[in-house]
T-cell receptor, first 115, second 109 residues
Framework: DTGVSQDPRHKITKRGQNVTFRCDPISEHNRLYWYRQTLGQGPEFLTYFQNEAQLEKSRLLSDRFSAERPKGSFSTLEIQRTEQGDSAMYLC?????????????FGQGTRLTVV | RKEVEQDPGPFNVPEGATVAFNCTYSNSASQSFFWYRQDCRKEPKLLMSVYSSGNEDGRFTAQLNRASQYISLLIRDSKLSDSATYLCVVIGSARQLTFGSGTQLTVLP
């Protein structure tokens, strides 16, 4: 399967614990996005990388959230001291930007439940 | 005002009907436009890009009106399998994909 891969698919954690999610983009894709989605809403932008550089972070992304993309390949999203409000689907997408054209493809997401 | 706004629906239509969704965006500098489809508890999947001249892919037609800052999606001869949430996506000057909240479509037998 050469699509975007996310791990784990589901995560249940106790409030206050740290969690880390991984995203493996489509190889040769230079852009990688993280989104959060709650029921009945569209995906909300969190952050994105162009190769290994983190170019933008949403105001939604508190100090408890951090994302990395070492070497411009896979990416991790860490949430520290989780809160119940962090419960959501965390989606990763990757895209190849060529001549100002971009098509982004999503992974299946990591569903986080904070209890 | 949200950057991308959609009528949330739900739209309930009989099989074979034609249905249209609209989406408005606030940033006049937006450069690229897409429609994604999302099935319940699944990831969004790219349905089609939206080009300035309008474009068609089988039963689906997308149009862009830059002057009025809206995008539309028309589905002809709707099938049961078209039931999903349709997400309007805009890439603005910040170069990030911004999603609408989605329009829910149910095609009834």
């Amino acid at each position: 399967d050469t699509g975007v891969s996310q791990d784990p698919r589901h995560k249940i954690t106790k409030r206050g614990q740290n969690v880390t999610f991984r995203c493996d983009p489509i190889s040769e894709h230079n852009r990688l996005y993280w989104y959060r989605q709650t029921l009945g809403q569209g995906p909300e932008f969190l952050t994105y990388f162009q190769n290994e550089a983190q170019l933008e972070k949403s105001r939604l992304l508190s100090d408890r959230f951090s994302a990395e993309r070492p070497k411009g390949s896979f990416s991790t999203l860490e949430i520290q001291r989780t809160e119940q409000g962090d419960s959501a689907m965390y989606l990763c997408a990757s895209s190849l930007v060529l001549a100002d054209r971009e098509r982004a493809f999503f992974g299946q997401g990591t569903r986080l439940t904070v209890v | 005002r949200k950057e991308v706004e959609q009528d949330p629906g739900p739209f309930n239509v009989p099989e074979g009907a034609t249905v249209a969704f609209n989406c408005t965006y606030s940033n006049s500098a937006s450069q690229s436009f897409f429609w994604y489809r999302q099935d319940c508890r699944k990831e969004p999947k790219l349905l089609m890009s939206v080009y300035s001249s309008g474009n068609e892919d089988g039963r689906f037609t997308a149009q862009l009106n830059r002057a009025s800052q809206y995008i539309s999606l028309l589905i002809r001869d709707s099938k049961l399998s078209d039931s999903a949430t349709y997400l309007c996506v805009v890439i603005g000057s910040a170069r990030q994909l911004t999603f609408g909240s989605g329009t829910q479509l149910t095609v009834l037998p």
